[in-house]
């Protein structure tokens, strides 16, 4: 089993740059991805990179601006987000999974973080 750890939320201004991380304690080989969800709405795909880090995929609506990636020595998976818009504004969550190909909704994953807070003001 694995255990996940988000950090890296807070308050930025439309425009700027925030850096989450999840941090990943025990079991390692798993496929990683970042999800986001707004009140009032579903939870979201944000981006997904393979335990190799050779394969990463993103939600179509934030491609060029989010980049994923992970630190297999650290056992860290980040997602760098630039150019935020107030719609960004949501908690972010890392997942891990052990499915094959690329999942991207939210029950192929089998575990979760407990979120960290991302808000953009404009």
């Known amino acids: 089993q694995v255990q996940l750890a988000e950090s890296g939320g807070g308050l930025v201004q439309a425009g700027g740059s925030l850096r989450l991380s999840c941090a990943a304690s025990?079991?390692?080989?798993?496929?990683m991805g970042w999800f986001r969800q707004a009140p009032g709405k579903e939870r979201e795909f944000v981006a997904y990179i393979r335990w190799s880090g050779a394969t990463t995929y993103y939600a179509d609506s934030l491609k060029g601006r989010f980049t994923i990636s992970r630190d297999k020595a650290k056992n860290t998976v980040d997602l760098q987000m630039n150019s935020l818009i107030p719609e960004d504004a949501a908690v972010y969550y890392c997942?891990?999974?052990?499915?094959?190909?690329?999942?991207?909704?939210?029950?192929?994953?089998?575990?979760w973080g407990q979120g960290t807070q991302v808000t953009v003001s404009s």
């Open positions: 997942a891990a999974t052990l499915r094959v190909g690329v999942p991207i909704v939210a029950y192929e994953y089998d575990v």
């Open positions: 025990g079991r390692t080989n798993y496929a």
